[in-house]
Structure formats: structure tokens, C-alpha cells
């Protein structure tokens, strides 16, 4: 099923890029639920890479794994050849992968620049509060306001821009645009390419693939916690009506 | 001197400044269970016993080392911290994903213990530790008679609950803590040792404990049950106050310890029973408390 086509064209010398982040026959479990049989997939160094996949496929349960945050996982993930699967999340983190979650986790008790400023700086090249509040103005604005009184598209906005200043190479972003008016799906969309070409890498979670067709260069179809087929972004339109059914739309 | 409604004004001052040193005891007490129940999720019933130890503690320093009571102000607090990491690294730390209850019930087993022990090798009829010399004494302020221990009492208590509040509201990593307190594992994602920070943090509750302990030390004799009377009250404290909010344990503290110093004044027989009644009120018209958030 895996599509072979040699036409497909990520990002300028990803393809002969190492492997930045390289996932393994993954499983995890809640408890007694058995989520996630055995994920495989690769990000390399500067390619964007999306999770496409229907509600309760386990994209979210990866996207955790990874960052370690679920506890019981089984099998290897390695970033940059460093295995983490027995990791705790905080010796992840600091390795350079850092997590914008589904739910956005704004905290309440702090302000807006105080929910920016909380991630550490894990390795040097991150972006200044000043580069952050170019990208995002209105953050600038609202900076003493209670981190959820925010619109839901400026949290998005903040769940994004905090983990920029970090220095971590690898974001993983969870369904960045859910819920989110067009326009600002739009900027979320112009941000995602000007961190590619900040050289960053993401692996990104999407149920709306017209968005991550704009954004992303390969795309990985999950189902059932598992990788089932995967897409170069070229071969999008071509491969339309079969992502269709995997999707469900 | 003219009375005040009623009341000679040494009657009313005397019992509000008594109100005021008991509310200094609730803040500080309560400030420190709300911290721990905010980030550890769990209600700690050894709090009364580790104010006790911290009594003993500046007791055992003097009687043993000779060392006396301002450096024991620091000493024995730390000692209580050392001691509440331990329990925090060997016990509590393997309860965190089980019910509150769980937390409560092996607390309130290690207060009967802790109690036990010290009861057993001291007895319980208290044992006399004096004020620091450099407070001895007192000032007539004319409509009342201040002792400059109790004062002393009030001010470092301020502070200490002052200091403490600066530190979370105003720090870096106050906003850590805070960010720990509704979201752990987020803040473990962005790369921070939250299992360290939760140790920590209940070392620097129960050290606060322990703290009050000290102050308490030269007011009330050290006695291994001093802990189990003043924590009830404490825990009546800290349900009005609602467990959410530092600066609403502050406040709530001191504020009913003057409404007990003053039913004593005009309703002497209701003293000991008035935040008890509060906290009923309190429950029935806001169950999260005064300062609380509904869940
Ligand atoms: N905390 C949890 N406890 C138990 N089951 C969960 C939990 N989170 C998710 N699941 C289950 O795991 C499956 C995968 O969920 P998730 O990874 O969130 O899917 P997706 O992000 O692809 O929509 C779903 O069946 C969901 O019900
Ligand atoms: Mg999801």
C-alpha cells in the first residue's frame, strides 16, 4: 500500500537528511486500552510531516508517546539517535522536542507573558520575546491578560508561540487549527511555513487535510493506532478519493 | 481609661492581639496545606504534627547542641523539611495516582505515629522552652500591654506568609508552581523535574509547618499533642477559605483568629465553637469556600 512514487518531492535535501525523529513499531496503552499497535514513521531533519488519520485513530496517543507523557509505551523512538523510549518527558523535552497539545494546556493562573515565558530554553538558536512578538503582535498586546481570557485563535497562537523560544528543533503540533475561524486557520498556516523555513522540523496532526496539503511534505494515514499508508504531499490530488475513505469525509 | 462598647480597652486589645497571634498560627498553617493539596493533590493530616516537631525540634536543639532560638527559627524548620522529603520520597510519592483519600489516610497514620513517638519518649505534660532574650519584656501602649515576643510573633509571620506569596505570584518559579498545579505533565513536557518539584514543594509546606512550630514554642509549652489540638481548627480554616488560593488561606487565617479573639470578648461561651459555626455557613452557601474555585 505504501505509495513508492519517486516523484514525491519534500523538502529541499530532506530526502538525503538523516532520519531526525524515527518511531518504531510503537505501542502504547491507558491502563487496560491497548491504543496504539505498533506505529512506524519517520520525520526527517527539516520536513514538515502530518498525522492524517479519523477521531480516535491514536494520533494524539503518538504525538504523547513521543513526548513521552503516556506511560506505558513499548518499542523504540529515537530523535536524533537517542532511543527515549524509557524517558521521562522532562529528559525529552530537553533533547529538543517540544509539544503544542490538542487541548492547547493555556494556563489560568498565569498571565499571557507569563505562559510564554514558561517553557525553559532547552538549546540555543530559539526565538527572542521580541522575534515571538513580531510573529504574533496581538500577543504583545494582550501580554498581562489572564493566559484564558484569550480568543480560542490567539491561545492557539500562544500554545505555538511559547514553545518557540525553547530552542527545540522538533515541535509536534496537535490539530493546530480545530475549531478555528478560516482566517486564522490561515495564519496558523503562513506561521507553520516560516517555521519550516527557520529550519525547524514538525510533525503535525490533522483531521483537515485541505489545510495540511499547504503545509506539510509527506503525510502518514493512521487508523486503529497504526500507519497505514503514506502520501507525498505531490500526490495528494492523485491519491484524493482513496484519502477520502481513510478519512471518512 | 474610657471603655470601649462596653469593654475595658485592655480586654478588647488583649483578645484581638491573642485573635491576631492564633490567626498567625491558622495562615501560616493553612498557607502550607494549601500549597502541598494544590500541587500534591493531597490533604496533609501530619501538618499539626509536623508544627510539633518543629517545636521539638528548636527544644531538642537547645536542650541538646545549645543552640538557641534564632538560629533554631532556621534549623528546625529545615530539620521538618529534611524529614518531610523523606516522607514524601518513600511514601507519598507512590500514592499520587490514587484517590485523595489514600493521601489523607497514611498522613493521618503518620501524625498518630509521629505523636506517638514523641509522647512516648517525653510524656505529654509540655516542656517549658523561654523567649529569646532580645524579646523579653513588653510595651504599654497606654490602651493596652504589648509583650514584644507576641509582636515579634505577628510580624515574622506576616512576613513569612508575605514572602511566600511574593514567591509564587511574582517568581519564575512561582509561575512553575502555579503552572504544575493545573497541569503537571504539561509542564513536564516543557522540560521541568516536576517529581523533584513536588518534593520540594512538600518539604517547603511542612518546613512552614515547622516554622510555626518555633514561634509557637515560647507561647504554648512544646507538647507532643500541641499539633493534633490546632490542626481541626486549621482544617476549618482552610474549608472556608477554600483550598484554591494562597493569599485566601493568608487571609482567611488571620482574619478568624480576630473573630475568635473578639467572640471572646462578647461571647465568651461561643469561642471555641464560632469557626466551626462559620465553616458550616461557609459550606452551605459557597461549598468551594470563600476564596475557592467550584470544580
Ligand atoms: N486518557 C485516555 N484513557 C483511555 N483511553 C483513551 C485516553 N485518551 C484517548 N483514549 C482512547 O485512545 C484512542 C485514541 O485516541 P487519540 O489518540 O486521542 O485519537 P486521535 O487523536 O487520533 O483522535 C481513542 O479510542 C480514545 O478513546
Ligand atoms: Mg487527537
Not at chain 1, 41 to 64: D, P, S, W, Y
Not at chain 1, 146 to 155: C, D, F
Not at chain 2, 178 to 184: G, I, K, M, V, Y
Not at chain 2, 201 to 215: I, N, S
Request: charge should be neutral.
Amino acid at each position: 500500500m505504501l505509495d513508492t512514487n519517486t516523484s514525491v518531492r519534500p523538502s529541499p535535501g530532506a530526502a538525503a537528511a538523516p532520519a531526525l525523529l524515527e518511531v518504531e513499531n510503537l505501542q502504547a496503552w491507558y491502563g487496560e486500552s491497548h491504543i496504539l499497535h505498533g506505529m512506524t514513521f519517520q520525520v526527517r531533519r527539516g520536513e514538515v510531516v502530518t498525522l492524517l488519520g479519523r477521531n480516535g485513530a491514536g494520533k494524539t496517543t503518538t504525538m504523547k508517546s513521543v513526548m513521552g507523557v503516556v506511560g506505558q509505551r513499548t518499542g523504540s523512538v529515537r530523535y536524533q539517535g537517542t532511543e527515549t523510549i524509557s524517558l521521562p518527558p522532562n529528559k525529552i523535552a530537553r533533547l529538543g522536542v517540544a509539544w503544542c497539545p490538542e487541548e492547547r494546556g493555556i494556563f489560568a493562573s498565569l498571565n499571557v507573558r507569563e505562559n510564554l515565558m514558561l517553557p525553559p530554553v532547552v538549546k540555543p538558536g530559539g526565538m527572542s520575546l521580541e522575534e515571538v512578538y513580531d510573529l504574533f503582535p496581538r500577543l504583545k498586546e494582550r501580554a498581562t491578560s489572564q493566559g484564558t481570557k484569550l480568543s480560542g485563535g490567539e491561545q492557539q497562537m500562544l500554545a505555538i508561540a511559547r514553545i518557540l523560544r525553547t530552542g527545540a528543533e522538533m515541535l509536534l503540533l496537535d490539530e493546530p487549527t480545530e475549531g478555528l475561524a478560516p482566517v486564522i486557520v490561515q495564519q496558523i498556516g503562513t506561521i507553520i511555513r516560516q517555521l519550516k523555513e527557520r529550519g525547524l522540523t514538525i510533525l503535525l496532526v490533522e483531521q483537515n487535510f485541505r489545510f495540511a496539503a499547504t503545509v506539510a511534505d509527506r503525510h502518514y494515514v493512521v487508523e486503529h493506532g497504526q500507519v497505514i499508508d503514506e502520501i507525498a504531499n505531490s500526490e495528494l490530488e492523485r491519491n484524493r478519493a482513496k484519502l477520502e475513505e481513510y478519512l471518512g469525509v | 481609661m474610657a471603655e470601649l462598647l462596653g469593654f475595658p480597652p485592655q480586654v478588647l486589645f488583649g483578645q484581638l492581639l491573642l485573635g491576631l497571634i492564633n490567626g498567625a498560627f491558622y495562615a501560616i498553617l493553612s498557607l502550607g496545606l494549601a500549597l502541598i493539596f494544590g500541587l500534591l493533590n493531597i490533604i496533609n493530616f501530619a501538618h499539626g504534627a509536623q508544627y510539633m516537631m518543629g517545636a521539638f525540634f528548636a527544644y531538642l536543639l537547645l536542650n541538646i547542641l545549645g543552640i538557641g532560638y534564632w538560629p533554631a527559627l532556621i534549623l528546625a524548620p529545615l530539620l521538618v523539611g529534611v524529614t518531610g522529603i523523606i516522607i514524601e520520597r518513600l511514601f507519598l510519592s507512590r500514592l499520587y495516582k490514587l484517590d485523595h483519600l489514600y493521601g489523607l489516610l497514611l498522613t493521618f497514620g503518620l501524625a498518630l505515629i509521629l505523636e506517638g513517638v514523641f509522647r512516648h519518649l517525653y510524656g505529654v505534660s509540655g516542656l517549658p522552652y523561654a523567649q529569646p532574650a532580645a524579646l523579653q519584656g513588653g510595651q504599654n501602649l497606654g490602651f493596652m500591654y504589648l509583650p514584644n515576643y507576641r509582636a515579634w510573633v505577628v510580624v515574622a509571620s506576616v512576613a513569612v506568609c508575605l514572602g511566600t506569596w511574593l514567591l509564587i505570584e511574582k517568581t519564575k518559579l512561582g509561575a512553575y508552581l502555579r503552572a504544575a498545579t493545573e497541569n503537571p505533565t504539561l509542564v513536564q513536557a516543557f522540560g521541568i523535574n516536576v517529581p523533584v518539584m513536588i518534593t520540594l514543594t512538600y518539604g517547603f509546606g511542612v518546613a512552614l509547618a515547622g516554622f510555626a512550630g518555633v514561634l509557637a514554642a515560647p507561647i504554648y509549652s512544646v507538647n507532643p499533642l500541641m499539633g493534633s489540638n490546632l490542626i481541626i481548627i486549621v482544617f476549618a480554616v482552610v474549608v472556608i477559605g477554600g483550598m484554591g488560593s494562597i493569599m485566601g488561606a493568608v487571609l482567611t487565617g488571620f482574619g478568624l483568629g480576630i473573630i475568635e479573639g473578639l467572640t471572646k470578648v462578647f461571647y465568651p461561651e461561643a469561642s471555641s465553637t464560632v469557626i466551626f459555626v462559620i465553616m458550616a455557613i461557609v459550606l452551605l452557601i459557597k461549598p468551594a469556600g470563600l476564596f475557592g474555585k467550584a470544580h
